[in-house]
């Protein structure tokens, strides 16, 4: 009898996963405490506040973002039963964003409205956008082994597992593409760039609507 290594249980990630994002959303607030010895030292207060606008503008930026990645994530998680290489590494890669993230905010909101803030946007669009590069990169050699990833999924899944993967993969690859031409865009064009930024985290504050929206589409294609 061949015996196999398990992988680790997805609550391991999970946990890992929690807390990387706790500690990258403790860092944008950060940010924003470290002005209050200025701010109150300032004579004018409000005067203050307003020149660091874009320093809160950064970090409710940033707080959306990654908020709404945290929801994502356990909105799609949640039916993911085990998991494998693929699974492991693309979490990671995905931490590795949210790591980045207090970084990027503090960038856009230091070179704002100013010569240098092409150089803001793109650092900001590369963290928005590189967990769809990585999640491509990681699950090529899946894909080229088999053709598909091999997932399992819980009973209660409202996708079928062949096509909620065929979607991961085409979702994935619009968002990676558009990730690249934004980047573009924001050596060009920065302002352009930010509303692209702007409408891709409109659409995903709320997952629990973008995957309601992709079952019905999927039911009537199947009637």
């Not at 307003?50 to 998680?77: Q, R």
């Not at 062949?162 to 593409?177: D, E, G, I, M, T």
Request: contains cysteine; charged residues 10%.
């Amino acid at each position: 009898m061949n015996k196999s290594v398990k992988n680790i249980s997805h609550k391991n990630i999970d946990t890992l996963s929690d807390g990387v994002f706790s500690i990258a959303l403790t860092l944008l607030g950060i940010e924003v405490v470290a002005l209050v010895p200025e701010l109150t030292h300032s004579g004018d207060v409000l005067s203050a506040l307003v020149d660091h606008l874009p320093t809160f503008l950064g970090f409710f930026i940033g707080f959306v973002v990654l908020f709404s990645w945290w929801y994502e994530y356990h909105v799609s998680g949640q039916y993911v039963v085990g998991t494998n290489v693929m699974i492991v590494w693309s979490h990671g890669f995905t931490l590795l964003w949210v790591a980045l993230m207090p970084f990027a905010v503090a960038m856009l909101a230091e070179t704002f409205n100013t010569d240098d803030f092409k150089w803001g946007m793109l650092f900001f669009t590369i963290c928005l956008f590189g967990q769809y590069w990585t999640r491509i990169l990681v699950s090529i050699p899946g894909m080229l082994a088999k053709g598909m990833v091999d997932l399992t999924w819980t009973e209660d899944s409202p996708l079928d597992p062949k096509q909620l993967q065929r979607y991961l993969v085409v979702f994935n690859s619009v968002f990676a593409l558009l990730g690249i031409i934004t980047v573009i865009v924001s050596m060009v064009y920065p302002w352009v760039a930010l509303g692209i930024c702007g409408l891709v985290i409109l659409y995903s504050i709320n997952p629990v609507a973008s995957m309601g929206r992709l079952v019905r589409q999927l039911e009537k294609t199947q009637k």
